[in-house]
């Protein structure tokens, strides 16, 4: 078995400055966690390469690249309250955006059986034109893009605790990925509610679990089971990108979610039967306890190859069950199931279609309350 691991040393180079929870220490955290893996021998490491600038315009269009760059050549400073830049700021960005890119090339020319993007700055909050929440370009965005826009179905499944309202953002009209975001919730950026299901030709398409502080495993193995598992073996998607984030952890600083090391193993295997072999990726997004993310990468590292290290086990007894059921309960009464068909390549522009009235009527509403960034 090979995992590909995608890193690059001017990772640590975006320097946040003292006291930033998203921290260079954490990529030390996650080789930490590599290393402990137990599957050591699987990995061929690559250097990340940045990604064209046609890639991450796919997903950042306009002059956001551009100004990014500005900012970042000019010194760089604080983009937000919780996003800051140095000059070093902008290749990292780039790298980060191209690792899963070559990865997935990699992957789909056969090489591996998965791979792993150890990279910073972490991706899932910045939307098309906005830096937000210690993110620049979204990492995970720019390689569904690239797949999807092949004609291929991108299942992106988010795991940090907080809900990834840029990935959201991207991909909120477009059938051709399906974004699934399990997240603490109400927790920043404030998106992420129950009633944020796409729009359009996407309808149905984004799925979102808002749980309270304290969930557990069982809570996320109840959401794969009961809402998600009948969808996704009809839907059959050919990729399966993790943002994985592993703030859920119950150690984590700036979180209140429940969860440990196995539970993040136990995610990514049973995801992974959803998609072919050799078409599975994980993007690490947030994680700030360096312990907590040492043990979780090291368990969903080994999960990626269907090995079982432990070093903490998988977690119950949380609440958020009923927020399981809600969502299950909702999409039944909304008759969203199946999720949307995948339209043809290459990702056309979201129009209405008139054959799917009860969708259409349901988008059309919650276009009105789309979560538009600015949280
Ligand atoms: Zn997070």
């Given amino acids: 078995m090979t995992i590909l691991v995608a890193t690059h040393p001017a990772f640590e180079r975006h320097d946040t400055g003292p006291g930033h929870p998203e ?37 950042h269009p306009g002059r956001y690249v551009q100004a990014l760059s500005e900012l970042t050549a000019a010194g760089g400073g604080w983009i937000d309250g919780d996003t800051v830049v140095v000059e070093e700021s902008y290749e990292a960005a780039l790298l ?24 910073r700055p972490p991706g899932h909050h910045a939307t098309p034109t906005r830096s937000m929440g210690f993110c620049l370009l979204n990492n995970v965005a720019v390689t569904a893009r690239y797949l999807a826009s092949a004609g291929d179905r991108v299942l992106i499944v988010d795991y940090d605790a907080h809900h990834g309202n840029g990935t959201q953002d991207v991909f909120w009209a477009d059938p051709q990925v399906v974004y699934v975001s399990l997240h603490e919730y109400p927790l920043y950026p404030g998106t992420g509610a129950m009633d944020e299901t796409g729009d359009g030709a996407g309808a149905g398409a984004t799925i979102n679990f808002p749980l309270p502080a304290g969930a557990t495993g ?20 050919d990729w399966l990108l993790l943002s994985a984030g592993f703030d859920g952890h119950t150690r984590d600083p700036l979180t209140g979610l429940g969860l440990a090391a196995g539970d993040f193993a136990d995610m990514t295997r049973w995801l992974q039967r959803f998609v072919p072999p050799g078409r599975t990726i994980a993007f690490l997004e947030g994680g700030y ?45 909304l008759m969203v199931d199946p999720l949307p068909k995948p339209v043809a390549a290459p990702t056309p522009a979201p129009k209405a279609s008139p054959a799917t009235s009860a969708d259409e009527r349901r988008g059309a509403g919650e276009g009105t309350t789309s979560p538009a960034s600015g949280h």
């Avoid at 954490?26 to 046609?54: H, K, N």
């Avoid at 997935?104 to 990279?119: K, T």
């Avoid at 360096?290 to 903490?312: F, G, H, I, K, Y």
Wanted: charge should be negative.
């Fill in 96 to 119: 980060a955006a191209g690792a899963g890119l070559d990865v997935a090339r990699r992957l789909q020319a056969g090489e591996a059986d998965a791979g792993f993007c150890a990279i």
């Fill in 218 to 237: 069982d809570v996320y193995r109840r959401a794969f089971d009961e809402v998600l598992a009948e969808q996704l073996e009809r839907w059959k998607p």
């Fill in 289 to 333: 306890d360096l312990e907590a993310l040492t043990n979780s990468v090291a368990s969903s590292v080994a999960a990626l190859v269907d090995v079982n290290t432990r070093p903490e086990p998988a977690t119950s007894g949380g609440p958020g069950a009923h927020v399981v059921d809600a969502v299950l309960r909702r999409r039944e009464l």
């Fill in 23 to 59: 921290r260079p220490e954490r990529l030390m955290a996650v080789r930490r966690g590599l290393e402990a893996s137990g599957v050591r021998d699987a990995f061929v490491y690559i250097e990340a390469e940045p990604a064209p600038l046609e890639a991450i315009q796919a997903v």
